[in-house]
């Protein structure tokens, strides 16, 4: 029997996708954003979503619309600096965060997606990420109602040299939700530029995985070494086309030099 995982609407692939359901969410900064899946959720109106990402977009973009809607209670996330409307919510109490550094993030999903149940790693020894105390969520007056807890380390030895390490638990997530560049029938993803870094390993990290793609092609069309994504991971597939809208965070130019 053909495999064929491809969906006829972003609304069709995520019409299962319940209130508090938990998320991994590709993206990075403004990149690779599922933004089709991303707007079907919104109109839907499923709230109480717990999501992991790298960030959560800005105040119009990526998942800062479905934040600006009161849909996400929960963001585990390590970088949050370019949304305002989060900073309001964590800081009255109307968000919960779960700050972490973004390689361990990156680890934790793809962990997750291994089978891998917990890893050891360097980063974080030493500070609140290890030691506990970091602020997940606020009370309305600013009083803290949760903080994180301290994580168990063990020494290893590095080239002969003792060292501390910090246990980190893997992430899956109930759906993954990802935006590619090219995809098959069969859901093997080829991702642009950016958008790689935490797409796969937030593919990998859902039960179930739907994937927004620019262009949709026949099994066989990808040459297996630019598969970037195998498609066992992946579970439904949406083509969007090429003529979708993609942001940047922060546009840097410089004025050209004058003539002589």
């Known amino acids: 029997m053909a495999i064929d995982k491809t969906y006829g609407s972003a609304a069709e692939a995520v019409a299962d996708i319940q209130d508090g359901a938990t998320l991994a969410v590709g993206g990075f900064g403004l990149s690779g954003n599922p933004m089709a899946l991303i707007r079907a959720l919104e109109e839907r109106g499923v709230k109480h979503l717990k999501v992991v990402s790298n960030n959560c977009g800005v105040d119009d973009w990526g998942l800062g619309l479905l934040l600006r809607n009161g849909q996400i ?118 991702f642009n530029k950016a958008a790689r870094q935490f797409s796969p390993p937030a593919a990998m990290a859902g039960r179930i995985c739907i994937a927004q793609v620019e262009e949709l092609v026949e099994p066989g069309e990808i040459d297996p070494d630019a598969v970037h994504l195998p498609g066992v991971f992946v579970h439904r597939i949406v083509e969007v086309g090429h003529d979708i809208e993609k942001r940047i965070e922060r546009r840097t130019v410089t004025e050209a030099a004058e003539e002589a």
């Open 73 to 190: 209670d929960k963001m585990t996330s390590s970088y949050v600096g370019e949304n305002k409307e989060f900073e309001r919510r964590y800081l009255t109490g109307e968000l919960e965060l779960e700050l972490t550094p973004q390689g361990t993030l990156a680890e934790k999903l793809r962990a997750g997606g291994s089978g891998i149940a917990a890893f050891y790693t360097r980063t974080g020894v030493g500070t609140q990420v290890q030691e506990g105390g970091l602020p997940q969520l606020y009370n309305a007056d600013g009083t803290v109602a949760k903080a994180s807890a301290p994580k168990p380390t063990a020494t290893f030895d590095v080239d002969g040299v003792p060292k501390e390490f910090v246990l980190e638990e893997a992430i899956t997530t109930d759906f993954a939700l990802v935006h590619a560049l090219r995809g098959d029938r069969h859901g093997n993803l080829v």
